[in-house]
């Protein structure tokens, strides 16, 4: 009897994507509907990533854990495109940012609600889980 291969499209929901669909990461997608933006940490030497990683590239260990990002990041820099890679042209013009949380840093976008002529590097900000009228799902990062 042949065995059903089940396909994890739970990445499909984050909307365009310039990397593979189906990754060892995908609780990521399902944390966000939950509402949290998670990375992971690794449970044998404490790395922590963002985006979350299946496998540590300090210890090479698999044994990994989910953390939620919250409080508020240190915005360190940000960009506003006027072009957009492929499969984001639809969505110019929008800003990419970096958020310092001290032991690990989250990339993401400014939510498209801030004013632009409120960002400034090193303000408070937080990122939180946006779902799309579409029915997909990403994250942006808030004023603080
Ligand atoms: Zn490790």
Known sequence: MAEKKE??????KFGTV?????TKTNDFITKLE???????????????????RADCYKCLS?????????GTGKLVTYSKLQYAPVGFEGDLPYSI?????GTYKV????????????????????AAPNPLPNGQINYVFHKA
Do not use: H, I, N, Q
């Not at 990339?107 to 408070?124: C, H, S, T």
């Open 7 to 12: 396909v994890d499209a739970r990445f499909k």
């Open 18 to 22: 310039s990397f593979t669909s189906l």
């Open 34 to 52: 939950e509402g949290k933006v998670e990375g992971t940490k690794c449970k044998v030497c404490g790395m922590v990533f963002f985006p979350p």
């Open 62 to 70: 698999s044994d990994m854990e989910w953390f939620t990002v919250t």
């Open 97 to 101: 940012a970096l958020l310092d949380y």
């Open 107 to 126: 990339f993401g976008r400014l939510a498209a609600d801030v004013p632009e002529a409120d960002v400034k590097v090193g303000m408070a900000m937080k």
